[in-house]
């Protein structure tokens, strides 16, 4: 079974700090993906990956840096956290763009 | 651009009935749709795909039906269970075929 973890479920920050949101799967994918889900918004595309190094914006790239280093590491990287990126962060990776293997999920609040 | 959205947003069905969750897209050109079962408190999972050279696929409990003159998706759970109880997204993949659409989602309710 593809397994793609997230380093942290539920995570509180302050406006302003610098947020690293990790996400690692287990299955030699060349594409890597991060989401934000908002209630009524359901599943945005921040930014995807696919390959090392190499990255492309989603719908909603704007806040927000990604980094990958490594093929089975991707991570999501807010400068200056802000109130209104508080929401569910989803990491997915997939072989070939279309099935997505999806992580549990982050929660991030930021106050 | 492109739009993927949901008829109804909550669905309430008896336990052992037939659930039909619609998805209408706007892209005629997408060649790809997905269904996604999330679980409260978990990340969404697969359930089945189609490519539009197709009408309809089967899996185990679920059809997916695919009809592109209308631009319509549905997803077919028979004999629904309490386990069944999710919110499930459709999604499409875009024309340049590097990213997935997401419709806002439809929570199913599995009444005992």
């Known amino acids: 079974d593809v397994k793609v973890t997230q380093s942290s479920r539920y995570l509180v920050k302050r406006t302003g700090e610098k947020v690293f949101l990790e996400c690692v799967q287990d299955m030699d994918h060349e594409n890597m993906f991060w989401y934000r889900q908002d209630p009524g918004l359901g599943l945005r595309l921040i930014y995807f990956s696919y390959d090392v190094k190499m990255k492309e914006k989603g719908d909603i790239p704007e806040g927000y840096s990604v980094s990958r280093e490594k093929k089975e590491r991707f991570s999501l990287i807010l400068e200056s956290a802000s109130t209104n990126q508080t929401s569910m962060y989803l990491c997915?990776?997939?072989?070939?763009?279309?099935?997505?293997?999806f992580g549990p999920g982050t929660r991030l609040t930021v106050t | 651009g492109e739009s993927v959205g949901l008829h109804l947003p909550t669905l309430s069905v008896q336990e052992g009935d037939n659930s039909i969750i619609n998805c209408a897209y706007s892209?005629?050109?997408?060649?790809?749709f997905i269904w996604y079962k999330q679980e409260s408190g978990k990340g969404p999972q697969f359930i089945i795909d189609i490519r539009s050279n197709m009408d309809k696929r089967q899996g185990q409990r679920v059809t997916v039906l695919l009809n592109k003159t209308v631009k319509h998706l549905s997803l077919q759970i028979a004999a629904t269970q309490p386990g069944d109880s999710a919110v499930y997204f459709c999604?499409?993949?875009?024309?340049?075929?590097?990213?997935?659409?997401f419709g806002g989602g439809t929570r199913l309710m599995v009444k005992p």
């Open positions: 997915a990776s997939s072989e070939d763009r279309t099935k997505q293997y």
């Open positions: 892209n005629s050109a997408s060649d790809y």
């Open positions: 999604a499409e993949m875009n024309n340049a075929g590097n990213m997935l659409t």
